[in-house]
């Protein structure tokens, strides 16, 4: 988004982590704007939001992108482990699309990308919890769509496989680095679903590594 120029509104809890992000965005040609947000806070998430509006007075991409992951068989999951990974994955999500709708429905073509994952569309073992919480991000992503049919807003979904961040290590470590999906692919597909303005529409994205098995 940056290297086109964009206006990129960077959220997350770590401000050392999104200074640095910052940094990379400016170096790219986008314009950073930090807001330090707690998505398991729902002031946080209507914070984030108003602080763009009154900022910019505008928004046209909503991404959805921040996660977490938990990693357990699900006799070992604890009820907070589980609402953990419902609250940043699901609920926030959900919170987020509220509260910028009003926002979007004035630009001249808005979009929300939503990113879950390949558990978004399949159950893997030992994530539970992980995967309750894409499952239901998807459902709210399709709903959202058939709601926002015909308007202004476009609304996609990418379900990646293993990509190389901090994540994947905690949760896929038998997974060699050379193998893992390079973050900056799944953000191409992305900027490509938020810059294609014709009339073919891509709803949902599965993108899986090349080293795993072909339509699984
Ligand atoms: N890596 C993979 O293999 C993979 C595969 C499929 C899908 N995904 C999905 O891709 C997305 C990005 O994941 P990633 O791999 O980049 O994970 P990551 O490296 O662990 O990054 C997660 C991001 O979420 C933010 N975050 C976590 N909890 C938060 C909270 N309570 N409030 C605000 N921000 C919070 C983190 O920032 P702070 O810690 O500073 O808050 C960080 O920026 C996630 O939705 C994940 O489920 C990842």
């Given amino acids: 988004?940056?290297?086109?120029?964009?206006?990129?509104?960077?959220?997350?809890?770590?401000?050392?982590?999104?200074?640095?992000?910052?940094?990379?965005?400016?170096?790219?040609?986008?314009?950073?704007?930090?807001?330090?947000?707690e998505l398991t806070e729902e002031e946080s998430i209507k914070n984030l939001v108003k602080t763009t509006n009154e900022k910019f007075s505008r928004l046209d991409i909503l991404i959805n992108n921040a996660g977490v992951t938990h990693s357990a068989k699900l006799e070992q999951t604890s009820t907070e482990d589980w609402q953990r990974c419902i609250s940043i994955n699901a609920r926030a999500p959900?919170?987020?699309?509220?509260?910028?709708?009003?926002?979007?429905?004035k630009s001249q073509a808005g979009y929300i990308v939503n990113i879950a994952s390949v558990v978004g569309v399949k159950g893997?073992?030992?994530?539970?919890?992980?995967?309750?919480?894409?499952?239901?991000?998807?459902?709210m992503t399709i709903?959202?769509?058939?709601?926002?049919?015909?308007?202004?807003?476009r609304v996609h979904l990418l379900c990646p496989g293993g990509v190389?961040?901090?994540?994947?290590?905690?949760?896929?470590?038998?997974?060699p680095k050379k193998d893992l999906i390079k973050p900056e692919e799944i953000a191409e597909l992305a900027l490509y679903?938020?810059?294609?303005k014709g009339n073919a529409v891509i709803d949902e994205l599965h993108i899986r590594r090349a080293t795993s098995t072909p339509w699984f």
């Fill in 143 to 153: 709903s959202l769509a058939e709601e926002l049919k015909g308007s202004n807003i």
């Fill in 164 to 175: 190389d961040t901090d994540m994947v290590g905690s949760v896929r470590p038998d997974i």
């Fill in 193 to 196: 679903l938020v810059t294609h």
């Fill in 94 to 105: 959900f919170i987020l699309c509220r509260e910028a709708l009003p926002l979007l429905k």
């Fill in 124 to 139: 893997y073992p030992l994530q539970s919890a992980y995967t309750s919480s894409k499952h239901a991000l998807r459902g």
């Fill in 1 to 37: 988004m940056a290297q086109e120029s964009a206006t990129v509104v960077l959220a997350a809890r770590s401000t050392e982590k999104l200074q640095e992000v910052a940094g990379k965005v400016t170096k790219a040609g986008g314009k950073p704007e930090i807001v330090v947000t």
